[in-house]
């Protein structure tokens, strides 16, 4: 019998179920499992790959990734401690509203901001190789179910793969908010993160070439003591395919009015704010269906390597195939 607290007139949904791990497939690959891994305590893990791409990340989700050292940082590199503590504002968030039953109900999968709400299971999976993780979270009141995973491509850095699937009767109208936040600017070293975060945070500068949905996360100057120009030449950027009609978000400002219900706008130019990309759309998903769609995300890209994306977004059917390891690309 499923236990239920009370406060006031409104029960909290507590889901049964004990910490097991088990091997299971998925895409045809092996995976260990862990279900109701949100039971335990918050623990660390470790995402490999063959190239200079390094991702430590916690079971609360919230992570930190780059290529080579910390000072190519795509996410802020901090100390276990607090990378378990920014969950909410640090790596994947996800927001739905759904139409459910004559409602519209919100959803916020993986955050505590739902704990109690409804009746969830969660589960933690990584391949065999070490290169894959996979987030789950079944909403049994919403018969929905999302999941996400991280791995990594030498060519685009790290690839973020998100599926909503509808396991009940009847189809569901969906408002998703999606994406990935508290990216870094590229060229900002370690110590400097840690120091004058403030200050740093002063010189963020987020754009979006709508054409193409390419994000940049640079800084407007590199911060120096110094009276002397220090251009920022490269660049963290970010983008998405496999959501059609959606607008994008480069920055968190706008997730309270999604989550009332209000309308969003698409931001082009976004300066002195954390940098963020979030994917906002509408669609109907039917029973037994599942949408999905990838959010790529790299640091130390130069002028060159910024054209060479944004041409390759405007034909987004030939990058799909070029994405490295086809397990990940969008079927």
Not at 144 to 164: E, I, K, M, P, Q
Not at 207 to 234: H, N, T, V
Request: overall charge positive; aromatic content about 8%; proline content about 6%.
């Amino acid at each position: 019998m499923n236990p239920s607290l009370h406060i006031g007139t409104n029960p909290l949904r507590l889901s049964p179920g004990a910490v097991a791990g088990q091997p299971v497939n998925q895409d045809g690959q092996p995976f260990y499992q862990i279900a109701n891994y949100d039971r335990m305590r918050p623990f660390f893990l470790s995402v490999v790959s063959s190239t200079d791409l390094w991702m430590f990340i916690s079971s609360t989700g919230a992570l930190t990734a780059g290529r080579r050292n910390p000072d190519l940082a795509l996410f802020p590199y901090a100390t276990e401690d607090k990378i378990h503590d920014s969950a909410e504002i640090t790596g994947s968030k996800t927001v739905i509203l759904a139409g459910h039953r004559g409602r519209c109900r919100l959803w916020e999968p993986f955050s505590d901001r739902c704990r109690g709400v409804y009746r969830i299971r969660r589960n933690l999976r990584k391949n065999t190789w070490g290169n894959q993780l996979v987030f789950e979270e079944a909403n049994e009141d919403l018969a929905l179910t999302f999941r996400y995973g991280w791995c990594n491509s030498d060519r685009f850095g790290f690839v973020r793969r998100a599926w909503l699937a509808n396991a009940g009767p009847a189809s569901v109208k969906i408002r998703l908010l999606d994406g990935i936040q508290n990216l870094m600017p590229c060229g900002v070293g370690s110590q400097f993160q840690i120091e004058k975060s403030v200050l740093l945070d002063a010189y963020k500068r987020n754009e979006l070439l709508p054409q193409s949905g390419l994000a940049l996360f640079r800084l407007s100057s590199i911060p120096i003591d110094r009276p002397e120009p220090a251009e920022a030449l490269q660049t963290t950027v970010a983008w998405a395919v496999g959501l059609d009609r959606c607008r994008r978000l480069l920055s968190g400002t706008q997730l309270d009015r999604f989550r009332q219900g209000l309308p969003v706008r698409q931001e082009t130019d976004v300066r002195a704010e954390r940098g963020a990309y979030f994917l906002q759309s509408e669609f109907t998903l039917r029973p037994g269906k599942t949408a999905e769609w990838l959010i790529v995300a790299d640091v130390g890209r130069g002028p060159s390597g910024v054209v060479e994306l944004d041409q390759l977004l405007r034909r987004p059917a030939r990058l799909r195939p070029q994405i490295s390891h086809g397990q990940v690309a969008v079927r």
